[in-house]
Nanobody, 125 residues
Framework: QVQLVESGGGLVQAGGSLRLSCAASGDIRSINAMGWYRQAPGKQRELVATITTSGSTNYAASVKGRFTASRDNAKNTVYLQMNSLKPEDTAVYYC???????????????????WGQGTQVTVSS
């Protein structure tokens, strides 16, 4: 089994910064893309940023230039550095991993997608 565990959320004033982390646990052999999504109250979940194994990134227009995604492939961990936070960034942030090869009972398994439990980010004005 593969689990994604997020950390780093919290309350911050507008203009401040937070850094989210998401570590994938399990006997993982490879993960294709990793990324972050968010869901604000009453809204649909939306893409924030994705990053491939090679480090290619993609950002939502609303966060481009303020947020930076990075990953440590050796640790199966993805990060989201969030700067110049705005009240509209308030949401539950979810980690996502796609294309996961892992071992269970010594046998290779493939998981097309896995989600973390979410971490709350609140930006006060």
């Amino acid at each position: 089994q593969v689990q994604l565990v997020e950390s780093g959320g919290g309350l911050v004033q507008a203009g401040g910064s937070l850094r989210l982390s998401c570590a994938a646990s399990g006997d993982i052999r490879s993960i294709n893309a990793m990324g972050w999504y968010r869901q604000a109250p009453g809204k649909q979940r939306e893409l924030v940023a994705t990053i491939t194994t090679s480090g290619s990134t993609n950002y939502a227009a609303s966060v481009k230039g303020r947020f930076t995604a990075s990953r440590d492939n050796a640790k199966n961990t993805v990060y989201l550095q969030m700067n110049s936070l705005k009240p509209e960034d308030t949401a539950v942030y979810y980690c996502n991993a796609g294309g996961i090869w892992y071992l269970t009972g010594g046998r290779p398994k493939y998981n097309s997608e896995s989600w973390g439990q979410g971490t709350q980010v609140t930006v006060s004005s």
